[in-house]
């Protein structure tokens, strides 16, 4: 079935950096783009970029640029999410999820998620 | 940066009530939204997008509506399984946003 499943929870102390992988199976990984959004610990939910699998280009949310990459690799179907000079507020869980348009000319909402994975930071 | 307002943030009903939840952007968004539901520790599950149109699997009772700046989510008929929290999403410009949540309760 098609799925994305993240790697696991990660400790970090502050600025140091995090990366997040997202694996996908049972579809074809370079026909959808792959979003990345947080969610801190009892708050809403935060978008912080897109990357075409196909491409490799990258959009990102403004508030993360220059502290966020979002690179993939085609070979083994897995995107990657990495966060530099953590913060305390950075503490949230990570989700990648697939847009549901298979057109690189429209977005049309996410409907496949990762599991989450949860990134603490902490001294 | 478009502002996603939802309303209310906290709805109290019954099994088989008729709910609605508003969405409103802080600018045109023409039918750019989707709507999604989450369960404590859960990833959100899309519901709606395009502003009305329902995603496979997504049972009838879900419905969207709206355009423009002002949009809707209504279940008809509370199931048991639907007490969760509500986001809408605009995907008109960017950044993405979402809405603050609307969380279901049972009365």
């Known amino acids: 079935q098609v799925q994305l499943v993240q790697s696991g929870a990660e400790v970090k102390k502050p600025g140091a950096s995090v990366k997040v992988s997202c694996k996908a199976s049972g579809y074809t990984f370079t026909g959808h783009y792959i979003h990345w959004v947080r969610q801190a610990p009892g708050q809403g939910l935060e978008w912080m970029g897109w990357i075409n699998p196909n491409s490799g280009v990258t959009k990102y949310a403004q508030k993360f640029q220059g502290r966020v990459t979002m690179t993939r690799d085609t070979s083994i179907s897995t995107a990657y999410m990495e966060l530099s000079s953590l913060i305390s507020d950075d503490t949230a869980v990570y989700s990648c999820?697939?847009?549901?348009?298979?057109?690189?000319?429209?977005?049309?909402?996410?409907?496949?998620w990762g599991q989450g994975t949860t990134v603490t930071v902490s001294s | 940066d478009i502002q996603m307002t939802q309303s209310p943030s906290t709805l109290s009903a019954s099994v088989g009530d008729r709910v609605t939840i508003t969405c409103r952007a802080s600018q045109s968004i023409n039918r750019w939204l989707a709507w999604y539901q989450q369960k404590p520790g859960r990833a959100p599950k899309l519901l709606i997008y395009?502003?009305?149109s329902l995603e496979s699997g997504v049972p009838s009772s879900f419905s969207g509506s709206g355009s423009g700046t002002e949009f809707t989510l209504t279940i008809s008929g509370l199931q048991p399984d639907d007490f969760a929290t509500y986001y809408c999403q605009h995907y008109g410009s960017y950044p993405l946003t979402f809405g603050q949540g609307t969380k279901v309760e049972i009365k």
């Open positions: 395009d502003a009305s």
């Open positions: 999820a697939r847009d549901r348009s298979s057109s690189w000319s429209s977005l049309a909402g996410m409907d496949v």
